[in-house]
């Protein structure tokens, strides 16, 4: 799990070739397909489609902010200077939505591209951000602001930035700040902004400077049951874990019950059930020592779910 504060380093990748100092002449062709193949994009689309069940909407967007950087690398060898394309986003959606998953592909993207230098995310809140005292605020911001060059800086709940009940509040400074670097298109850096969808728009609407620069606006919707279904399947896979045959029902009825409880978290709730389905499990197995099979050691019962408080206690 990627704690706040956190930095999520990429596998290096080679950056992009700077395009050469001499441009193509108008007459020239280049070959997009091997463009395409060269900046090996296509391998993180994939480990989008693959790794998150969903999110189409999500997904498109970042296609064609892929194909945006990908044309505009080819305008740049024909010497055609467009400027840097902004790429401040906005990820609105209720917790366990995949916000923070997609943002480290996206940074994966981007460095791939040639768009930011070393392609990390380091995911920070207000706290991060904010100091307590006169004085603070500035330079733990900077240092934030440092440790993101190149990368992607992703602010959760970007909205306790600003508190409209005290306009002497030090939020105040680090969003100033942010938004100079916002601003200075040169900095290699995709400042995201994440959060729920209603106090994000309150926060935009009490900060015009902020929303200017953001040039994406991604909504991440809650998951169907059948996507969390999906996404449990997914984890469980990626774990060497399947279902019985039996549990599947069961696994269906908790995903049900879960989502109609508070403080349901999307694919994060649905990480949490497999979690302690696997320590139910083991301590199942554990119960009767004996000899086991693969299949024993991979095979979530019924009972693994059953005993969840989901079933057991009244909502
Ligand atoms: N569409 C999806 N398919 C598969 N797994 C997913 C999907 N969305 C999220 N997950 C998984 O769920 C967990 C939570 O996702 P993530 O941290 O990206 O969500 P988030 O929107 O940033 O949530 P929060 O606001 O709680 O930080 C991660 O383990 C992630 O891999
Ligand atoms: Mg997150």
Do not use: W
């Not at 904010?130 to 605020?137: A, L, P, R, S």
């Not at 602010?155 to 939020?171: F, M, P, S, T, V």
């Not at 200075?184 to 902020?210: C, E, H, I, T, W």
Request: glycine content about 6%.
């Amino acid at each position: 799990m990627l704690r706040n504060g956190s930095t999520v380093d990429v596998q290096e990748a080679p950056a992009a070739e700077p395009p050469p100092a001499e441009p193509l002449p108008a007459g020239a062709r280049v070959d997009l397909a091997k463009e395409r193949a060269d900046s090996q994009v296509d391998s993180v689309l994939e480990a989008l489609d693959a790794e998150l069940v969903g999110l189409a909407p999500v997904k498109t967007r970042i296609r064609e902010i892929a194909a945006l950087l990908l044309v505009d690398r080819v305008r740049a060898r024909f010497g055609i200077d467009s400027g840097r394309p902004n790429l401040h986003m906005c990820f609105t959606g209720s917790p366990g939505t995949g916000k923070t998953s997609v943002a480290v592909r996206l940074a994966e993207l981007l460095h791939r591209l040639g768009y930011i230098r070393r392609g990390h995310l380091v995911s920070v809140t207000r706290d991060d951000l904010v100091g307590q005292y006169v004085g603070h605020t500035a330079p733990k911001t900077k240092e934030v602001l440092k440790r993101a060059m190149g990368g992607v800086l992703f602010i959760d709940e970007a909205y306790y930035l600003y508190r409209a009940e005290n306009e002497r509040d030090y939020g105040q400074e680090a969003i100033e700040i942010l938004l100079q670097v916002m601003e200075n298109q040169r900095d290699d850096l995709v400042v995201v902004l994440a959060g729920y969808k209603d106090r994000m728009d309150s926060f935009f609407a009490s900060n015009p400077g902020m929303s200017s620069r953001i040039a994406h606006h991604i909504d991440f919707p809650d998951y169907e049951p059948g996507e969390l279904e999906a996404i449990g399947r997914l984890m469980m896979d990626r774990e060497g874990y399947t279902l019985a045959l039996e549990t599947e029902p069961v696994f269906r009825e908790y995903l049900e019950r879960r989502r109609a409880r508070p403080r349901f978290a999307n694919a994060r709730s649905v990480r949490n059930a497999i979690e302690r389905a696997r320590l139910r499990h083991a301590n199942r197995l554990l119960a009767h020592p004996g000899e086991v099979d693969r299949e024993a050691l991979t095979t979530l019962h019924p009972d693994d779910f059953l005993t969840s408080r989901v079933f057991t206690e009244a909502t």
